[in-house]
């Protein structure tokens, strides 16, 4: 649809003196005439031809925006409660004033946005609920603000805020109340709730000197606290007689950090009599070089063995036999698990045992046996899955750069908790060459060091973390991480009020900072599992994915097990690698030979085939398996028993190589080369051996089987190995 042209006014504009002038729509009747609405093209105004036309009289008076003299009265005056009132326009600016009114009163303050002087007040002072205030503005910037009322005032610690209060009411130190931290009796009220747990209203405090937070009326901290903290608690002198041993007398020279307490408590383990038997028992333990750890873990298991002897009444050690045993376990035992029922009875087993042998008493050899021990059976392991693992890097990159290594390092690693929270700031090293960058921790359980290849990405946020250390704490303290406060879920993700303390990071899961973070992560990126549920995060957890993610990628049991530096792969496969289903049928049907048989290897036993069996009355064909290696086997065994070698088929006398298997055999050979070849770049010395030992048997097995004088040869034996 075609619009009308606009047709020219033919007359100038009475603003900017342009031609560029056109007609607005159709004429208008009005009281004094009929008008014509214009506008002009070149300043964007609009003005009125005809009707009653009124010559615009100068205003006389200097523009107050622009201070030019280009100004002119718009309209009739106007009668206001002050007074009459003549609007304005100016014709250089545009903008419009008045004259005539009452003037605006100066602010007397500078702009608080811009810092300028020329400040008004705008409107009366207006009655606010805590006080009077005065609008105001600011003629060179344009922006409103408020004179009077209440203003936030801020505290800050090394550039943190940590408390704020209104300037109308006085900081409120809270009397005989000091910081149970820095000891100072600058302490404030930060809020105040009811606690739903401990069913009471709970006071939390904050002071202003050292911004440490508190609950409760200032009274000391516990030790735990303290070093949950990184204070120093001092050594106590040890005393036999003493119901409260300081284990770093005990254990000269020790890390407390790795202590999970520093005091063996003897109160509240019963009478006397056995107080004295267990601390003797406890000394001869630390004599025989036992950790630590141990032994405040096998203090808790007789404390509550003296609490039910007490209670049963019970004077000496003779009087314990069988059936008052079996009360206990009935009774005090019942509800634990296996595991932690044999933890129980073995220490108490290890008591009675050291007290026959060194004389301090005298109890039945019987009084513990074998039959007492429940069956054990191992669960298979429950690692992350690949998608969870996915989704935690994924939306890693959001949470404070300290925990992301943490976890990074922790997974690739595949280290336990306790290694990954006392790594050393040195832990990282270059090879002889420079090529290859290599993590070395220590691994407490085995009391033995470990080192695995790190790739360039984390090499460079080590570094990284490393120089944040650095600056925080300065070079004396010896770890790569540090535990955190504040890290609760209100503060996701970046955690602004995070407070780095000077110590190692906790390694309970509930304490330690990088499970706490990526739990919250899990929660509010609702990461689920397969079963449709939050994905359950522990810092013991990343051992077992990382074992089975290798198995998965391919890699070979030895590869994981020299991984993870276990002493047996039997270790690796029970405890921390979850095979896809079908895989450990390999091991206990074909491999282990438990029914001592001769059958023909399928995935499915079910269809197993009698005529196979047949054919070949001395050995059992081995295609179709799968080596720990991740390469399928071809073959036949001659062995009958369990096989002690399994994953080492091709290094293992009995193997019987195949002549139609030749091109596979060669097949296998070309992959297992670039394998060598990796494991030599990015693993150890141990996993390249087991690599090239399978090669060198391949190529043997390939060399006769070419060799070979007969064509119509069907198998020959594999070397043996050691």
């Known amino acids: 649809m075609s619009q009308d042209k606009a047709q020219p006014a033919d007359v100038n504009c009475p603003y900017c003196e342009s031609s560029e002038t056109i007609k607005r729509g159709s004429p208008q009747e009005r009281k004094h005439g009929v008008v014509q609405p214009c506008l002009c093209k070149e300043c964007g105004r609009r003005f009125t031809l005809g009707g009653k036309q009124a010559q615009a009289q100068p205003a006389d008076v200097n523009c107050p925006y622009c201070e030019s003299s280009e100004t002119i009265k718009s309209g009739k005056p106007i009668e206001r409660k002050h007074g009459v009132v003549q609007l304005c326009l100016c014709k250089e600016c545009g903008r419009r004033f008045t004259l005539g009114s009452k003037q605006a009163q100066p602010a007397g303050v500078n702009c608080p946005h811009c810092e300028s002087s020329e400040t008004i007040k705008n409107g009366k002072p207006l009655e606010r609920k805590y006080s009077v205030v005065q609008l105001c503005l600011c003629k060179e910037c344009n922006r409103r603000f408020t004179l009077g009322g209440r203003k936030r005032r801020t505290i800050s610690h090394e550039g943190k805020v940590i408390y704020s209060y209104w300037d109308d009411s006085e900081l409120l130190i809270i009397d005989n109340v000091s910081c149970p931290n820095c000891k100072q009796n600058e302490v404030v009220l930060k809020t105040e709730y009811y606690d739903n747990k401990r069913h009471k209203q709970t006071k939390r405090m904050i002071c202003l000197s050292c911004s440490q937070e508190f609950t409760g009326e200032g009274k000391d901290w516990s030790n735990s606290t303290k070093r949950k903290l990184g204070k120093t608690i001092p050594l106590e002198p040890w005393e036999f007689e003493k119901d409260r041993w300081d284990l770093r007398v005990l254990y000269p020279g020790i890390e407390e950090y790795k202590l999970k307490s520093l005091f063996l408590n003897f109160t509240n383990c019963g009478s006397n009599w056995f107080v ?136 690739h690693l595949g280290a336990r908790p306790g290694e990954l929270c006392y790594l050393r700031k040195d832990c990282c090293k270059p090879d002889q060459d420079g090529t290859i960058w290599w993590v070395e921790f220590e691994r407490e359980k085995s009391s033995d060091e470990h080192r695995l290849p790190v790739p360039t990405e984390i090499v460079h946020l080590i570094k990284k973390q490393k120089t944040y250390i650095n600056e925080l704490f300065g070079d004396d303290y010896p770890y790569l991480f540090c535990h955190y406060q504040q890290l609760g879920i209100t503060g996701y993700p970046n955690y602004p009020q995070m407070k780095a303390i000077k110590r190692p990071p906790m390694v309970a899961a509930f304490d330690n900072p990088m499970v706490k973070v990526i739990r919250f992560l899990i929660e509010k990126c609702k990461i689920l599992d397969s079963n449709g549920k939050l994905a359950n995060f522990t810092g013991a957890i990343l051992r077992p994915s990382q074992a089975t993610q290798l198995i998965n990628t391919g890699y070979s049991l030895n590869f994981v097990r020299s991984w993870l530096k276990h002493r047996s792969e039997r270790t690796t496969r029970r405890h921390y690698t979850r095979y896809k289903a079908g895989q450990l049928l390999d091991v206990a049907s074909v491999m282990a030979n438990l029914d001592q048989k001769y059958y023909s290897y399928d995935s499915n036993p079910e269809s197993l085939n009698p005529e196979s069996l047949r054919q070949n009355s001395k050995l059992h064909e081995l295609d179709g398996l799968t080596m720990l290696s991740g390469e399928p086997l071809y073959g036949y065994c001659s062995f009958r028993e369990f096989c002690p070698r399994f994953g080492k088929c091709y290094t293992c006398g009995y193997h019987i190589a195949s002549a139609d298997k030749l091109f596979y055999y060669k097949s296998q050979l070309e992959r297992l080369k670039i394998k060598e070849e990796i494991a030599f770049s990015h693993g150890s010395s141990e996993i390249y051996q087991s690599y090239q030992q399978i090669v060198n048997a391949l190529e043997s097995i390939i060399d006769a089987l070419e060799g070979a004088d007969e064509q119509g040869k069907e198998a020959t034996n594999s070397p043996e190995l050691g």
């Not at 000394?283 to 096998?298: C, D, H, M, P, Q």
């Open 276 to 411: 004295n038997l267990i601390k003797t028992y406890v000394i001869w333990r630390i004599n025989s070089g036992i950790k630590g750890k141990t032994v405040f873990a096998e203090l808790h298991n007789y404390r509550h063995f003296g609490w039910f002897l007490e209670r049963q009444g019970v004077t000496c050690i003779e009087e314990i036999d069988r059936n008052l045993l079996a009360t206990y376990y009935n009774k005090e035992l019942c509800h634990l698990a296996n595991s932690t029922f044999i933890n129980f009875i073995s220490r108490l087993s290890t008591f009675f045992n050291w007290g026959n042998e060194t004389q301090n008493f005298i109890t039945p050899s019987t009084l513990i046996s074998s039959f007492d021990y429940p069956k054990i059976f191992n669960e298979e392991p429950d690692p992350l899955e690949d998608s969870v693992i996915e989704a935690i890097i994924e939306n890693l990159h959001i949470l404070p750069e300290s925990l992301q290594l943490m976890f990074m390092l922790g997974f």
